[in-house]
């Protein structure tokens, strides 16, 4: 991607560190729309087939409970599924069956949390990394300063305490979106747990047992 010349000069006024932040902002924006995509793939916010098989297995339906789930990629589906085959293998304990669907669970859930830890550790980085920059560069002008002795000119100080100053807002502003989807991706995440730990209560406490 070829940045217009204007960007190039805003970020060459902030330094090394601008350039870094704004090599984080692209991660994370990439970070998010990537998040984004995953969770509609794993059925996010899609639950109306799931709800309707777990009915059908309260009424003892088991063919027509599985017919609705089967294909699905929705991870509420997959879930569900799993619970009634393990529910229904007459080779499983009920303890072994709830431990099979345990396991099934897990290894999804994880699938739901993926990218997660990465974009908190840019919320967290990203302004400290603007508070580097803001440092650096004010050491920078008051060394400039202390060698202009009194021939020293305020306005060329002030031009160069606010372009150190642009890396701490450059940090923040790439910290705040990062912080709200890590947030928002965290409270999907456990929403989805506790719909497929209900899911499985459902399965395990209603329905046909394993003939």
């Keep these: ?28 924006m990439a970070l998010i729309l990537w998040k984004l995509w995953q969770l509609a793939r794993l059925g996010a916010w899609s639950g109306a087939a799931t709800a309707a098989a777990l009915d059908d297995w309260a009424q003892g339906d088991v063919d027509s409970a599985r017919a609705k789930l089967a294909g699905r990629r929705s991870i509420r589906a997959r879930m569900a599924l799993a619970a009634m085959t393990a529910r229904h293998d007459p080779a499983l304990s009920e303890a072994q069956a709830r431990e099979e669907t345990t396991a099934h669970a897990r290894i999804d859930l994880a699938h739901t949390r993926s990218g ?6 840019i919320a967290t980085t990203a302004p400290l990394l603007g508070l580097l920059g803001t440092v650096v560069g004010m050491i920078d002008a008051f060394q400039a300063l202390q060698e202009a002795g009194s021939r020293a000119d305020p306005a060329a100080l002030a031009g160069g305490i606010w372009e150190a100053l642009l890396t701490t807002a450059a940090g923040m502003a790439v910290a705040i979106p990062a912080g ?15 719909d497929m730990e209900t899911a499985a209560t459902r399965v395990f406490t ?6």
């Design 116 to 121: 997660l830890r990465a974009l908190e550790l």
């Design 1 to 28: 991607m070829i940045l217009p010349p204007s960007m190039i000069a805003f970020l060459e006024r902030g330094g090394p560190v601008l350039w870094l932040i704004a090599a984080l902002s692209v991660l994370t």
């Design 206 to 211: 209603r329905g046909p047992k394993a003939p």
């Design 180 to 194: 709200v989807a890590l947030t928002w991706f965290e409270s999907i995440a456990a929403r989805l747990q506790g």
